[in-house]
């Protein structure tokens, strides 16, 4: 399957700084989403986004599927951003329709 | 528009019994999958339901199963638990099968003692 690793692992914030969060992929893909995990272990997508740039709110994305990245975007972060980051990708051929996810990046925000 | 439901929320067992996860989509979402998530990971993919066939599998043996309804809800069945089936479920409804963004919902949390 797509490998599909995320850094950093772990990053700790003051409340009102930027981040950006990377995700790499080692094979091409038919899309690429980024989702929030909350503490109650709910997903909740952030961006569907195969290529290109996305804005909503805070949060902005980019994708550059030649070279097999997306970066998410995270600006004047909020203690309510904290929790767990995940990029995944959606296989093409006999893999369409499934997404391979990374281990996610584990957000702290501290007031 | 209602989102992705599961139920139960969670649930104790115990190695060696059956059990039953249940999904409803979101509303005209026809494409249902179903994740196992493991403490600390990613999700990985276990099968996906389109028109209440399964379209595609991952790297899951056969105790696992499922059903899609004409309703387009579905159910995940694990028999024969075991101790490493421990984890978070995870349901996710689609408008398509493919090239679609996932919907998920809250999961329901399995523990096999």
């Known amino acids: 399957g797509i490998q599909v690793e995320q850094s950093p692992p772990d990053l700790i914030l003051q409340e009102g700084a930027n981040s950006t969060l990377r995700c790499n992929f080692s094979?091409?893909?038919?899309?690429l989403q980024w989702f929030h995990q909350n503490p109650w272990g709910q997903l909740i997508n952030l961006f569907y986004i195969p290529s290109g740039t996305k804005q909503n709110g805070r949060l902005s994305a980019t994708t550059v599927a030649t070279e097999r990245y997306s970066l998410l975007y995270i600006s004047s972060s909020q203690t309510t951003d904290s929790g767990v980051y995940f990029c995944a990708v959606e296989g093409r051929g006999s893999t369409l329709g499934r997404l391979y996810f990374g281990r996610g990046t584990q957000l702290t925000v501290w007031p | 528009e209602t989102g992705v439901t599961q139920s139960p929320t969670h649930l104790i067992k115990t190695r060696g019994q059956q059990v039953t996860l249940r999904c409803s989509s979101q509303?005209?979402?026809?494409?249902v999958s179903w994740y196992q998530q493991a403490l600390g990971q990613g999700p990985q993919f276990i099968f996906q339901y389109y028109r209440e066939e399964e379209n595609g599998r991952g790297n899951f043996p056969p105790r696992f199963s499922g059903l899609q309804f004409p309703n387009y809800s579905s159910e995940l069945n694990v028999n024969a638990l075991e101790l490493d089936d421990s984890a978070l479920y995870l349901c996710?409804?689609?408008?398509?099968?493919?090239?679609?963004?996932?919907?998920f919902g809250n999961g329901t949390r399995l523990t096999v003692t």
């Open positions: 509303s005209g979402h026809n494409t």
């Open positions: 094979d091409s893909v038919n899309n």
């Open positions: 996710a409804s689609s408008l398509s099968r493919q090239g679609s963004p996932l919907h």
